[in-house]
């Protein structure tokens, strides 16, 4: 078995095998002898070891990354969401001022619920059908 330009072993072994004498490695197996018992050389076993854990940290890395770039896209959302929030209450200011404003501006009128739009002539006489 030899070595590719990258410097890995040519896979030779399936991807079961490799974890399964991996997991054994991890569980304390003694390496000289998984290595007779499989016959793979503890170099072979010691690299294909080396490579998984290079796997695992780079996945733990992408994961950490994705999560990174989650966080900052919610950080953005609830900075919008903040903003929006700050509009909306400055709006609410502004409308409330509005209507304090307007309506102390309104006379009071004394006749109360009654209608001021009864047409009357000069003379003083109703249109009204009597």
Not at 11 to 22: K, P, T, V
């Amino acid at each position: 078995m030899g070595k590719s330009r990258s410097g890995t072993v040519h896979q030779r072994y399936s991807a079961e095998f490799r974890e399964s004498a991996i997991g054994r490695m991890r569980a304390g197996a003694n390496v000289r002898q998984l290595g007779q018992e499989l016959n793979v050389a503890r170099s072979v076993l010691f690299e294909w070891r080396s490579e998984a854990e290079r796997k695992r940290v780079g996945f733990y890395e992408q994961a950490d990354r994705r999560q990174e770039r989650e966080v900052r896209e919610l950080q953005g959302q609830v900075r919008e969401l903040q903003a929006k929030i700050g509009q909306q209450a400055m709006e609410l200011d502004f409308f409330r001022g509005a209507l304090r404003r307007v309506g102390a501006k309104i006379p009071a009128s004394g006749n109360s619920g009654k209608s001021n739009s009864g047409l009357k002539s000069a003379a003083g006489v109703s249109r009204k059908a009597e």
